[in-house]
Nanobody, 126 residues
């Protein structure tokens, strides 16, 4: 089961690191995505990383501010969020794409992911 770390309240311009872990899957073997969703809105892709960290993807709205990475020793995927903006306020979800997968590719659509975390609230406000 995927578990995200707690989000929180951050001031604009601040930073926060989210983590995603799993007790069953070896995360390095699978593409992992981060998505976010506000009430009444569709879930949108934020970032993803292919299996074995072959490639990454970032939405234009977060490019240059967010960084996704893997910590193989701790079976964790991180998303470092810097220079946060109020519009980054959302519930953030990590997701795992189960097999079959394509090496070097991480899907940008939520429908491709079969395993989801419970979500964690990130609020950016002064």
């Amino acid at each position: 089961q995927l578990v995200e770390s707690a989000g929180g309240l951050v001031q604009p311009g601040g930073s926060l690191r989210l983590s995603c872990t799993d007790s069953g899957f070896t995360l390095d073997n699978y593409p992992i995505g981060w998505f976010r969703q506000a009430p009444g809105n569709d879930r949108e892709p934020v970032s993803c990383i292919s299996s074995y960290a072959g490639s990454t993807y970032y939405a234009e709205s977060v490019k240059g501010r967010f960084t996704i990475s893997r910590d193989r020793a701790n079976n964790t995927v991180y998303m470092q969020m810097n220079r946060l903006k109020p519009e980054d306020t959302d519930v953030y979800y990590c997701a795992l794409q189960g097999p079959p997968i394509r090496l070097g590719v991480c899907p940008k659509t939520g429908a491709a992911y079969g395993n989801w975390g419970q979500g964690t609230q990130v609020t950016v406000a002064s």
